[in-house]
């Protein structure tokens, strides 16, 4: 198509640990603001709307709580909330923090990245005692916060290798991952994650019990993991295959006894 109408154009850069850096210039995704979204989406999901997700960092703010709440009627709703707050709304300028805040309240599920989590809740919790103390705070305290504070059915955050954080109505837990032998590209590991969430819970519905939670958490770390030994966000057959052997291989009942450290809440 033409470059004119691309919905974005990106430049990632790759360190030798598999970590990267990613400069992206907004396209056509400037564009979907409220007005858009109704006119586009609102049919199709008062329709067939089952599983809506999206992101703070693409497109207006306005656009993404319009989406939210169309699909709220019907859908489970998910948001990734991938970049730092101030980012989004001030280098991206996709919206006021206000209008963000809003977005984030919108969702059923939040799946913020750890640094992400840790500006939203100074932002919506400024008496949590400041910015070290919110980052040397343990992931389950940062979760439940959020849960709390935002209203959200469940909280997934993610901590690379430290694995993500989750939290439900009545549990909250700490699910590790398997350590990589090798990190090759880092790129998509969140959008990954958050694959396998959403597939984990089309298969299984929302966690009710902590082994479903462990469940859960345990298959997108599986899933991000893939992505982190392939180069680029694309899934090509070497991709495909792995993903294939971790699904066949996947046990819950072996990751509730093995990889999970949690308490009720």
């Known amino acids: 198509g033409s470059r004119s109408l691309a919905a974005r154009e990106s430049y990632v850069f790759v360190q030798a640990d598999g970590e990267r850096s990613i400069i992206m210039a907004r396209g056509a995704t400037s564009l979907m603001d ?11 999901l008062a329709k067939y709307g089952h599983f809506v997700s999206t992101e703070i960092s693409q497109v207006p703010h306005s656009g993404v709580l319009k989406l939210l709440k169309l699909a709220n009627k ?10 730092s707050p101030s980012v989004a709304v ?4 996709l919206g006021t923090m206000d209008d963000l805040i809003q977005c984030v309240k919108a969702a059923e599920i939040l799946k913020p990245a750890r640094h992400a989590a840790e500006e939203l809740l100074l932002v919506l919790m400024p008496n949590l005692g400041g910015a070290d103390a919110v ?11 959020l849960r709390d504070v935002c209203g959200s059915s469940l909280v997934a955050m993610t901590s690379g290798s430290d694995g993500c954080a989750l939290a439900t109505n009545n549990e909250v837990l700490r699910v590790p ?3 990589l032998e090798k990190v090759t590209d880092a790129t998509g590991a969140g959008d990954a994650f958050l694959g396998g ?15 479903d939670l462990v469940s859960l958490g345990s298959f997108a770390n599986r899933v991000g993991a893939v992505c982190c030994q392939i180069l680029g966000a694309v899934p090509n057959d070497e991709a495909r295959r792995m993903l294939g052997e971790q699904i ?7 990751a509730t006894r093995n990889e999970t450290e949690g308490r009720k809440k």
Do not use: C, Q, W
């Open 74 to 83: 019907n859908a489970v709703t998910i948001l990734d909330l991938d970049v």
């Open 248 to 254: 066949a291989a996947y046990n819950p009942s072996a």
């Open 90 to 93: 001030n280098e991206a300028g």
């Open 177 to 179: 991952v398997t350590p």
């Open 197 to 211: 969430l959403i597939a984990h819970v089309y298969a299984h519905g929302m966690p009710r019990t902590k082994d």
């Open 135 to 145: 980052a040397s705070m343990p992931a389950t305290d940062v979760v439940t916060h």
């Open 34 to 44: 409220a007005e858009a979204v109704e006119a586009r989406f609102g049919e199709p």
